[in-house]
C-alpha cells in the first residue's frame, strides 16, 4: 500500500515513523512512503524531516507543499494510488479534520499512543457492523485485523440517558489498554450522532491507539469530480449566492399557478395558428410566450439536490402545461372546424414522425438551457424558446389532430401518438440534459447528503433508461 505522510510538526513525524514503517513493509512492492511538509516557508521542519528521511529506508522523497487544504487536496489528486495518512498531535484536528473528510483519496487518521499492534488480539473495532467492512483494510494497512468489539451488547442495554459518544467513551476507558489499537470506519453516509461519537472518541483518546478511516471517492464520484474540473475550466463554478439565487427562482418558477396555464394554453393556440398557417414565423412567436422551461429545470435541479418535493411539483406543473396545451389546441381545432375543414400541413406532418435526431434536439436544448440559466450574462429566454419549440408544437399538434379525427397511420407519420412520443422524448432528454449540467455547475447536495439518499442519482439513471427505450421505440 503507497503511502502519502502529510506531517505538520516534529513530534507528528516521530510519532508516525513506526507506523509507516509498519504500513510500506505491508506492500508487496515495497514502495517508499512520499512525505509531505505543509507549510513552503517550515524549513527547519523540513530539514528535520530530510535528515530523518535518510535513514529511513521506507521513506522516498520530502517535499514541502502549501497549507491551504485545495494545495493539499491536489497533491493527492496526482497521487490516486495513495493511501493518505494523518497523524493527530491535538494541535491541528481542525485541518487535519477537513482533509480527511475532503480527500478524495483513502485516508487514515491517527491518534497513536505507543507502537504498532503486533497481534490481532490488540486490535479492536466498533462493534459486530464494523466488523464486516474494517478488517480487510486494517489487515493490508498494517497486517493484523480486529478480534473484538469494543460496544457489546450489554454496553447498548443500559437504561440511562447516556449519549452514543458517552457509551462509546466509556467502553473505550473499560476495555482498550495501553498498545491496543481501536479501528473507526468513517464515511459521509454516518448520521450526525454517529460521526460524532467517533470523532469524540478520537480527541479524547488518552491510552490506546485509535485509527480513523475514510475510504475516499468511489469509482463514480471520482468520474463526476473529473467532470467538475473540466466544467470549472469552461466557467467558473457559481458561487454560494448565485447558487441560492438560482435554486429558489426554479424552485418558484416550478410552483403550478393559473398563470402558468394561462401561459401555455395561449402559447399552444397560438402554435396550431401557426402550424394550420404553416407559418415557421408564428410558431416561432409562439415559444417565446411558453413558460415551461422552468418545471423542467426544476425537475432537473430536484434531481441533482434528491428534491422529492420539488420534482414532484415540477411533475405536476409539467403535467398541467401539457394537459392544458392539448385541451386549449384541441378547443381551438374545434373552433376552427365550424368554418373549415383542418388539414394536416406539412409543419404538422413533421412532427408526426419522431427520428433519433429529436432526441439530440431535447439533449442540447436542456443543456443550453440550463446552462444559460447559470450564467447571468446570457439570456435564458432564447434557450427557454428552444425548449418551448421542442414541446409545445407536437402538443398543439396532437390538439389539432385530436378535433380533426386524424387517427390513422400513413407512410408520413402516425397522428397522435407520433407528436405525443416527440414530448416524451423531448421532456425526458430536457431533464437528463439539464440535471446533468447543473450537477456540473455546482448545483448538488451535500455529499453526506447524496451518500445516504440515492433517490436522486436512481431517479436520473430510471429516466436516462426509460428516455433509451422510448428512442429505441421510435428507431424500431
Not at 163 to 190: E, F, M
Not at 212 to 223: A, I, M, R
Not at 361 to 385: F, P
Not at 409 to 422: E, M, S
Request: overall charge negative; hydrophobic content about 45%; aromatic content about 8%.
Amino acid at each position: 500500500m503507497s503511502v502519502l505522510f502529510l506531517v505538520d510538526s516534529q513530534s507528528e513525524l516521530q510519532a508516525g515513523l513506526p507506523w509507516i514503517e509498519k504500513i510500506c513493509e505491508q506492500d508487496s512492492n515495497r514502495r517508499p512512503a512520499l512525505v509531505y511538509v505543509l507549510g513552503t516557508d517550515r524549513t527547519s521542519l523540513l530539514a528535520y524531516a530530510r535528515e530523518v528521511a535518510d535513514k529511513c529506508k521506507f521513506i522516498g522523497s520530502v517535499d514541502p507543499i502549501e497549507e491551504n487544504t485545495s494545495a493539499i487536496i491536489e497533491i493527492t489528486r496526482k497521487n490516486r494510488d495513495h493511501t493518505v495518512v494523518l497523524v493527530s498531535d491535538g494541535d491541528q484536528d481542525d485541518k487535519q479534520q477537513e482533509i480527511f473528510r475532503k480527500s478524495a483519496n483513502a485516508v487514515v487518521w491517527f491518534r497513536i499512543h505507543g507502537d504498532p499492534p503486533t497481534s490481532s488480539k490488540q486490535v479492536f473495532g466498533l462493534d459486530a457492523a464494523s466488523l464486516i467492512t474494517t478488517p480487510s483494510f486494517v489487515s493490508r494497512l498494517l497486517g493484523v485485523s480486529p478480534e473484538h468489539n469494543l460496544i457489546e451488547p450489554s454496553d447498548l442495554a443500559v437504561s440511562d440517558d447516556r449519549s452514543i459518544s458517552d457509551i462509546v467513551i466509556g467502553a473505550y476507558q473499560k476495555r482498550c489498554d495501553p498498545g491496543d489499537l481501536l479501528c473507526l470506519d468513517w464515511s459521509p453516509s454516518l448520521d450526525k450522532q454517529q460521526s460524532a461519537a467517533r470523532l469524540a472518541l478520537f480527541r479524547q483518546a488518552s491510552h490506546a491507539s485509535i485509527l480513523l478511516y475514510h475510504p475516499g471517492e468511489t469509482w463514480l464520484e471520482q468520474v463526476a469530480s473529473r467532470f467538475r474540473g473540466i466544467a470549472s475550466v469552461v466557467a467558473k463554478p457559481m458561487d454560494r449566492e448565485q447558487r441560492i439565487e438560482l435554486s429558489e427562482s426554479l424552485q418558484e418558477g416550478s410552483q403550478p399557478s393559473f398563470e402558468f396555464l394561462g401561459l401555455i394554453s395561449a402559447a399552444a393556440m397560438l402554435a396550431a395558428f401557426g402550424l394550420l398557417q404553416d407559418s415557421a414565423a408564428v410558431i416561432i412567436g409562439a415559444m417565446l410566450v411558453a413558460p415551461l422551461m422552468t418545471p423542467i429545470l426544476g425537475a432537473g435541479m430536484a434531481l441533482t439536490h434528491g428534491n422529492r418535493p420539488l420534482f414532484r411539483n415540477s411533475l405536476i406543473a409539467i403535467t398541467i402545461g401539457f394537459v392544458g396545451a392539448l385541451a386549449s389546441s384541441f378547443i381551438f381545432g374545434l373552433l376552427v372546424r365550424t368554418m373549415r375543414d383542418i388539414e394536416i400541413t406539412p409543419e404538422m406532418w413533421a412532427r408526426c414522425n419522431p427520428s433519433p435526431l429529436d432526441f439530440c434536439v431535447g439533449l442540447v436544448g436542456g443543456i443550453a438551457a440550463s446552462y444559460a440559466r447559470t450564467r447571468s450574462h446570457l439570456s435564458s429566454a432564447l434557450a427557454g424558446a428552444a425548449i418551448a419549440a421542442a414541446l409545445v408544437p407536437p402538443l398543439s399538434t396532437a390538439g389539432l389532430q385530436l378535433a380533426g379525427g386524424f387517427f390513422e397511420a400513413t407512410d408520413r407519420g402516425t397522428p397522435i401518438v407520433g407528436p405525443i412520443l416527440l414530448v416524451t422524448i423531448n421532456v425526458l432528454t430536457i431533464m437528463v440534459g439539464s440535471s446533468f449540467v447543473l450537477y456540473l455547475r455546482g448545483l448538488q447536495s451535500d455529499p453526506s447528503v447524496l451518500r445516504r439518499d440515492r433517490w436522486g442519482l436512481r431517479m436520473f439513471v430510471l429516466i436516462s433508461i426509460l428516455a433509451c427505450f422510448v428512442l429505441a421505440f421510435i428507431v424500431h
